[in-house]
């Protein structure tokens, strides 16, 4: 589960394959519901579909346990977006979810954080 107390920092993110993630995920999205981006840290997973934010926390030796929390795209969600630059090369996102807290994602360089900005603009919008 997200630890909203201690600022929710999930770091380190690269891209990883949406449809591999999609399968895992199966189980858990709703009709209608499709994965758009997804990234993966060294262990852990965030995946942005078109209905809201889901972490996987990866726990235990063999990383079979694992915690999925859900953030709804929904009206009360605020977000801000960093930018990589010349010499810091990571990108940062951070969501204010309503009655909840923050959420901040840190992006290895190579990824395009106006992309999900974007995406979550269209779907919260």
């Known amino acids: 589960m997200i630890d909203f107390q201690s600022g929710g920092l999930l770091a380190r993110l690269g891209p990883s394959d949406p449809k591999a993630i999609a399968a ?14 997804s990234f993966k840290g060294m262990r852990d997973s965030v995946i942005f579909t078109n209905k809201r934010l889901i972490t996987v926390n990866v726990q235990g030796l063999t990383g079979k346990k694992r915690d999925y929390s859900s953030l709804l795209n929904a009206p009360g969600l605020n977000l ?22 923050k959420v901040r994602l840190d992006f290895k360089g190579q990824v395009d954080i106006r992309t999900i900005g974007q995406l979550i603009g269209r779907h919260v919008l």
């Open 80 to 101: 801000a977006v960093g930018t990589a630059g010349r010499f810091d090369l990571d990108a940062e996102l951070e969501l204010w979810f309503s009655g909840l807290g």
């Open 24 to 37: 895992e995920l199966a189980p858990i999205l709703v009709e209608g519901e499709t994965v758009h981006l």
